[in-house]
């Protein structure tokens, strides 16, 4: 009997756990439709807006969707265009550039030796690399465009839903026991990641203005490569910002010397902590709503599970979940276990 009682209890759990680690497998496998799809699904969150504003102007829906992929292709097309020619050109320099690398490595080297303090030049290559540094910034880069690769896939996920969008309520009050309270959640958790997105778009913004503006008065070689890498990498949390750096910061010390290279980490120091602890934090209020903690934590399991998209679509990926547990008494203590809030758990 005991034994049966001990089965019942946990069987439940079991189950559960079993079910979350087959899902997160099959989620992990199906990565590369998975990835273009949740994409696709935030174009349509942030576009959601534009696309209600333009049918209450009596635009019709087929027109007010095509001007808005024709915008997204137009941004695309700008952006891609930009950073590939910025790409092409600092590769034909990356062989004169590591060839000067080489040469400071050597010599920090042979300086560290006068002082008693043996290393190997290998070793200290390794970590003064330009082309590694790039490298991290290249691979985590061509898996994203690897996810938006399929973009005639991306398009018209994107197109269908918005068309889709109009008639979407009538089918919610058709299926759901409460219609209103579920339009209520489906509006909330559009609002949220339209919000964070909006606001994490214009602090990056800011932050590869101030990168771009800096770096050109410092006469840093392809200053808006820099920016742009900066505005990308900020939607990254934690550590997106430190990726972005640290090919600027060996670029400076192959231009300029430690000098200029230690002025340049204290730049981005700066530009990323008044733009994360002063800028976000002012703009966002409380919408973002996670710790510290469960950001990076988030930022390393959604990573783990779908590469760099995840990486890039972390935080908004777990606002989601956290809404959904919320909108539960049975899962409320997830969300409060998420949050960062002391006004939730009181």
């Known amino acids: 009997m005991q034994t049966t009682s001990i ?8 189950v559960s756990f079993a079910a979350i680690v087959i899902i997160l497998t099959g989620v992990s496998y199906a990565e590369d ?11 349509s969150a942030l576009s959601g807006p534009v696309m209600f504003w333009l049918t209450a102007k009596k635009v019709p829906p087929g027109i007010a969707v095509s001007l808005i992929i024709a915008c997204i292709v137009i941004l695309g097309f700008f952006m891609s265009s930009i950073l590939g020619s910025s790409v092409h050109g600092f590769s034909d320099n990356l062989p004169e550039y590591q060839k000067r690398l080489q040469e400071i490595t050597h010599s920090i080297g042979l300086t560290l030796g006068h002082f008693g303090i043996n290393i190997q030049l290998e070793e200290l290559k390794k970590i003064f690399n330009l082309g590694k540094a790039m490298g991290l910034i290249s691979t985590t880069l061509n898996q994203l465009l690897g996810a938006l690769g399929n973009i005639f896939f991306i398009l018209m996920t994107v197109i269908f839903l918005l ?3 109009s008639s979407f309520r009538f089918k919610i ?4 026991a409460d219609p209103a309270q ?6 909330h958790v559009s609002k949220t990641v339209a919000d964070y997105f909006k606001i994490k778009s214009l602090t990056s913004f800011l932050t590869a203005l101030a990168v771009f503006i800096a770096l050109t008065l410092m006469e840093i070689d392809f200053p808006i490569l820099w920016a742009l890498l900066a505005f990308l990498f900020n939607f990254i949390p934690n550590i997106g910002s430190i990726i ?8 400076a010390l192959i231009q300029f010397g430690f000098f200029v290279a230690g002025e340049v980490i204290i730049l981005y120091v700066v530009i990323n902590s008044v733009v994360g602890n002063f800028l976000e934090p002012k703009f966002m209020g409380k919408s973002l709503g996670l710790s510290t ?16 998209v995840g990486m890039f679509l972390s935080v908004p990926l ?11 008494e049975k899962t409320h203590w997830i969300s409060v276990l998420l949050s960062n809030n002391d006004e939730e758990m009181h």
Do not use: Q, R
């Open 7 to 14: 089965i019942k209890h946990c069987s439940n759990p079991l």
């Open 33 to 43: 439709i998975i990835s273009p799809l949740l994409i696709a699904l935030f174009i």
């Open 163 to 165: 068309l889709e969008l």
């Open 173 to 176: 009050k058709a299926i759901s």
């Open 182 to 187: 579920t339009m209520d959640h489906l509006y």
């Open 244 to 251: 972005a750096a640290v090919p600027v910061v060996l670029l």
């Open 293 to 308: 903690l469960i950001v990076f934590l988030s930022l390393i399991f959604w990573g783990w599970l779908l590469g760099p």
């Open 318 to 328: 777990t606002m989601i979940f956290k809404i959904i547990m919320d909108n539960s």
